[in-house]
């Protein structure tokens, strides 16, 4: 097999750069062939990351959620995908704490050695853009994008905590039309969250979470003590849940959808759960 491992340096990856000769070592040590890329800018990550897809059969790639999404938007367009390699260099690490994958880059190399290979569902929105995890809106759901990156250098996953304190303080809600099989239903929220992740904000809010099991979580949280978060995180009873594969959402409110932990589109969206789409080396 052969391998391509792509990397950046935006910020975070500090600690991926100073490391680069061990991660090609140990990678040579695993594929037949190895080629080493840096993306000096997002439209050259997207370029490589669409290259080996067609020329090698894995891709290994360093970066935080938002690389993770970007790198999904661009594999997932195509017929042939290669197995993903991941080195988490992000704040929270949501996505490759679902496979075990944590910061560690010697772990995580371990795990590309061990080989084991699991298959996952995305997520297609407005048939135009992929997503791995989560979409979200409503209050907290800005927190990931929103919160600057000089705040995130200096306080870690702190930065992220602070600013979803001042979203708990502050009484918000929406409402928001869910259809599911042609039957639409109504329910008033401070926020909702699209899941197909065990983790969201570092935090574990679904562990039994299966991630290619042909479902997305529809969590639905109704008013409360800051914001619902206490609904959600404790009282689970008192919230709406759907599992769906395929479902309309239409928010009543003025701020952009989160995915993955980016910025994403307003309004209505569809959503459609596409199974087994995308490959990883896995700890699980």
Request: glycine residues 8%.
């Amino acid at each position: 097999m052969n391998a391509i491992f792509l990397y950046s340096d935006a910020p975070g990856n500090g600690r991926i750069i100073s490391k680069i000769e061990i991660i090609r070592t140990r990678l040579e040590e695993i594929f037949n062939y190895v080629n080493i890329a840096k993306a000096s800018d997002l439209s050259e990550l997207d370029k490589l990351a669409k290259t080996a897809c067609f020329e090698y059969d894995v891709l290994v790639f360093a970066g935080g959620d938002g690389t993770f999404n970007r790198i999904v938007n661009v594999i997932s367009k195509e017929e042939k995908r290669p197995i993903i390699g991941y080195i988490p260099s992000g704040t929270l690490n949501d996505f490759g704490k679902n496979f075990g994958i944590d910061r560690h880059i010697t772990k995580s190399l371990n795990i590309i050695k061990k080989g084991k290979i699991q298959e996952f569902d995305i997520g297609i929105i407005n048939n135009q853009t992929y997503f791995a995890f989560v979409a979200a809106i409503g209050t907290f759901s800005e927190i990931s994008y929103a919160t600057k990156r000089k705040r995130i250098k200096t306080f870690g996953r702190m930065a992220y905590y602070m600013n979803a304190v001042k979203d708990a303080v502050i009484p918000r809600s929406f409402e928001v039309k869910i259809t599911i099989d042609g039957k639409t239903n109504q329910h008033r929220v401070p926020f909702l969250m699209l899941l197909n992740s065990k983790y969201v904000g570092g935090f574990p809010v679904n562990l039994k979470n299966a991630l290619d099991d042909g479902k997305f979580d529809v969590y639905l949280t109704k008013p409360g003590l800051f914001n619902g978060l206490l609904n959600y995180l404790f009282l689970k009873r008192r919230t709406s849940y759907y599992r769906v594969d395929e479902v309309i959402i239409n928010p009543v409110i003025n701020t952009p959808w989160c995915i993955d932990g980016e910025e994403g589109p307003m309004g209505e969206i569809h959503i459609r759960l596409i199974n087994k789409h995308l490959r990883i080396y896995t700890n699980k």
